[in-house]
DNA sequence: GTGGTCTAGACCACC
DNA sequence: GTGGTCTAGACCACG
C-alpha cells in the first residue's frame, strides 16, 4: 500500500488519505480482511498529527471500507473492493457527463470535444500500451 | 447580464460570480466597454455582502476582465471576449482529458467511456436541439 | 432548544449532543430554516470544547438535519423533521422488538412481558395525562 | 456450555462472555457446583487474550456467579442459578419499561407500540413454537 | 462574525 | 499494543 500526502495541496489531508485507501482497495493493493497500519503508524510513517489519520480511518469505516477489529486494529471489509470500484465509475461517469454539457453550453463544437477526448485515450494508451497489466 | 447566486452551494460566493461574469462575457451578454454595475449596486441585487462582490472583481480585474475607469465603475475590458473564450475553452479541454486519464486509470474501458461521453452529447441535444442559438 | 450535557455520562458528549439536537427537531422545538447557534456560542453555553461541537454539528450535516448557508451559520434542514421523526420511530420499534424477544428467550412469559409492558404505559400516563400537550 | 464470541462486535468480549455465562447458567446449562473451564484453556478455546478471561471471570465472581475453589479452579456457586435469572428477569423488565417510556415521550400512540409489542412476540412463537422447551 | 482543518497532548476502555 | 474521545489553541477561507 501506498499513500503520500501533499499538505500544501487544497484538499485536506484526511481527504486525501480516504481517497488514497479507496483506490487501493479498487485496485487491489489492499484486499479484504487485509490489516492496514494502526493510527499511530501510519501517523509517524506520514508525519502528520494522528487525530487526521483517526478521522480518516473513521470516515473510511462509515463508508464500509475498513472494519475495526477489537483491539487488533482496522482492517479492509469483505465487500470493500466491489463497492469502491463501482463508485468511482459512477463518480467518473458523472464528472464526464458535466465536463461535456459545460464544454457545449460554453459554445464549443461536439466534434472538437469529441478530438479532445480521442487525443486523451491515445495519449493514455501511449503510456501505457494495450496488453500491459503492470498496474 | 444574468447572475445567480446559490449561498447554499458549496462553491464560494465570489467565484460563482466571477464564472458567471466571465460567461457572461464569453457569450456576448456583456461586451466590450460596457459598464457594470457597481459594488454597492451589485451587492443589493444579489443580497449579499459587498465584500464578496469587491473580491470578485478585484479577481476579474487582474485577469485582464474589467477594468477600472477613474471615478466612471468598472467596465468590460476591450480584448475581454477573447480571452475569456479560449480561457473557458482551455480550461474544459484540460479537465476532459483529466478525468478521462483519471477513468482509463480506474480500469474503465475506453468504449465505456465513450459510450458516456456521447450519451451526454445526446443528453444535451435533446434538451436544447441544434440551430437553437438562444443562449 | 434546550440541550443538557452529562459529561460523567459513559456516551459521548458529541453524540448526546447529536440526540438532543433530533430529538428537538423531530418534537418540533427546532423547525426548518432556524439557525442554531454557533459552533463557538454553543461551545460557550455548555462550557465544552468547540471541536466537540463541530463534531457533532458535522454528523447532523452528514445526516441531513443541518445546512450551513455559506457563512451564515447551520440552519435545521427543510426535509429534517419528517426524517428525525420517522428515524426515531423506526429505532424505538427496533429496540422494542429486541427487548421483547430477550425476554422471551430468557424465559419469560408473554402474559408477563405484557403486563410490564402496560404498566409502564399506565405509569407515563399518570404522569403526562391523556389530553395535556404542553411537550 | 457453548459461548460464541464476536470480536468485530461493538460490545466488549469480556462483557459477551459474562453475559452468556449468566445465560448458561440461568438456562440451566451451567449448574451449581459445574467447573468452568480455566482461564488458559477458554482463552485457547476462544483464541482471545486470557486477559480478557480473567476480567469477564473476575466480575462473575463479583457478581456470585462463580466461586474459585482453591487450587480446584473456577466453580460455578451454589444460588447462581436463581440471582442469575431473578437479575435477568428484572434487567428485561427495566429495559422494556425505559423502551416504552421512549417510545411515548416520543409521540408514538400506545396502540401503535402495543402492535409492534404483539407483533415482537408472535414472531418469536413462529420461530420456536410453544411447546418446545429444547432450549 | 461564520465554519473547516490541523496540531499537540491527554485520558480512557479494550485486548 | 489498539482505537475513541476530549481539550486547547492555532490558522485559514468566506462573508
Redesign the pocket.
Known sequence: MLISID?SNGT???EQIVRQVKYNVANGSLVGGQQVP????LAKMLA??P??I??A??LL?SDGVLE?V?????HVAAGAKRSCVSQRARVIHDELAMVVEEGLQAGLEPAELRESFEAAIRRFNRRKPPGDSSA
Chains 1, 2, 3, 4 share one sequence.
Open positions: 499538505p485536506p489531508i484526511y494502526s493510527v499511530r503508524d502528520i498529527n487525530n487526521t483517526q478521522r480511518y473513521q469505516q475495526t477489537r483491539g487488533r486494529g482496522q
